[in-house]
């Protein structure tokens, strides 16, 4: 039976909820395709992936996801015409005023990978102010890439550890893999069990370069503004039929 007949509430009976991955992380990408497809100017599909951002945040939320990262601008998206950025900070602005709320009371803690000291000033205080609200949430941690590059993280990451030798907090010694995820925006987090890519590309495009080393990657030719509740389900059932061996046998 094709999967597409079935309902939302049927994926999500079939769903195995002891099994869950615990990060999922989402490359939200298709945006300006979608946008084109309808002769339309890119940045309404932005809007329109807006929508969606809000949609699976939710459905993730309500399913018992732990940690949902999303990628939405990455240190390489300032190459853009200034007015597709602007317009891109304009509707994350937008989304923090419409949703904090929200996910305040569903007890979502934002948590930001990136540097967002290159964010415009307004976008910056927003962000800033949605981090502060939810700090002390214990619900889903919600990972937002803005201004985010893996390979960046990795060269602050490295930055952050040599400071601390050089201040004696920590001894080169004790660099091992725990200690090293301790530098990155994910800090404390297990790494994704599950990355999905949509819009057809298959490519991480610098996302999570260090987390990633043994996620599932599930990747889908639907644009991100098309992207619905059913497709996360979808993609937690195939990640359920999969075998992890992590190098084992
Ligand atoms: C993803 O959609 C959003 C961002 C990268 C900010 P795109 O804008 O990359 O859409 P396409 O890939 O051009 O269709
Ligand atoms: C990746 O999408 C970045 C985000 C989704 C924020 P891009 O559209 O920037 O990636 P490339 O350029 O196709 O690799
Ligand atoms: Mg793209």
Known sequence: MDKKEYTVEELKNKIDRSRLP??????MDGNGRWASKRFLPRNFGHQEGMERVIEIVGAASNLGIKHLSLYAFST???KRPLDEIQGL?????QYIRRELDKL?????KINIMGDINKLPELAKNEVERAVKTTC???????NIGLNYGGRDEII?????ILKDVEMGKISIDDIDENTFKSYLYTC????PDLLIRPSGELRLSNFMLYQVAYTEFWFSDILWPDF???????SILDYQKRNRRFGGI
């Open 22 to 27: 615990k990060h999922v992380a989402i490359i």
């Open 76 to 78: 390489e998206n300032w």
């Open 89 to 93: 900070m304009k509707i994350l602005v």
């Open 104 to 108: 305040h009371r569903n007890n979502v």
């Open 136 to 142: 002390k949430n214990t619900g889903m941690i919600l």
């Open 156 to 160: 602050t990451g490295i930055k952050n």
């Open 188 to 191: 404390d987090q297990p790494d």
């Open 228 to 234: 619905t509740e059913k497709h996360l389900l979808l």
